[in-house]
């Protein structure tokens, strides 16, 4: 049965599959939209419809009380850990709990890619001033000893050379092959 959830509000039409941008924000575009990128803009129906981005549990402990933190992305990819014991009182209209929050500066995406030494995934990493860098997904911060942790492999990217990446959260979530 479809539910109500699957059907466009502007057209009536079905919505296509969930599908994911680089920043790890989900989408469902309406099956009668596509995008076209000789024109930059979306032809047919422009619906989109963005889920919720669920917070995930950390292994962090919050500095403030001691609970798990969660790390929280905004509709904008802006990356925050918060603690899991904080809350908004709608009606009040002000924190409730704990209210440690720590804004991450810089992103990081998943990428398709394996590292060359250790083989586990890579990911895309990028600073506040918008430098790049590829790194290994296991490679972290020991924050007591100051050291790094995990693989060590890191690669730089050349300004342009991650020009192709470039806009993709406006792409459609998938084309059709050049080929018939
Ligand atoms: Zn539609
Ligand atoms: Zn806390
Ligand atoms: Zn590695």
């Known amino acids: 049965m479809p539910d109500t959830n699957d059907i466009c509000p502007k057209c009536g039409s079905s919505l296509s599959e969930v599908s994911q941008t680089p920043t790890g924000r989900k989408l469902r575009r309406c099956s009668q ?16 419809l963005w889920l919720p981005i669920e917070p995930t549990p ?9 609970s798990p933190l969660l790390l929280q992305v905004t509709r904008y990819g802006k990356k925050m850990k918060k603690c899991s014991k904080g809350g908004w009182d709608k ?7 704990c209210d440690y929050v720590e804004w991450i500066s810089g992103t ?6 394996k590292c060359p030494d250790c083989g ?12 790049k860098m590829k790194k290994c997904s ?5 924050k007591e000893k100051r050291l790094a ?3 060590k492999y890191v690669y730089w990217l050349k ?19 050049a080929t018939d």
Do not use: I
């Open 138 to 142: 296991t490679s972290g911060w020991d």
């Open 58 to 66: 950390l292994d962090e402990k919050c500095p403030k009380c001691s």
């Open 91 to 97: 009606e009040k209209r002000q924190p409730t709990g």
């Open 149 to 151: 942790t995990g693989c």
């Open 120 to 131: 586990e995934n890579l990911v895309l990493y990028t600073t506040n001033s918008g430098k």
């Open 33 to 48: 939209g596509s995008w076209n990128p000789e024109t930059k803009k979306t032809e047919g129906c422009p619906y989109v």
């Open 159 to 177: 300004s342009g050379e991650d020009r192709a990446a470039t806009g993709e959260e406006f792409l459609p979530p998938s084309k059709p092959s």
């Open 108 to 113: 990081t995406e998943r990428l398709d890619e």
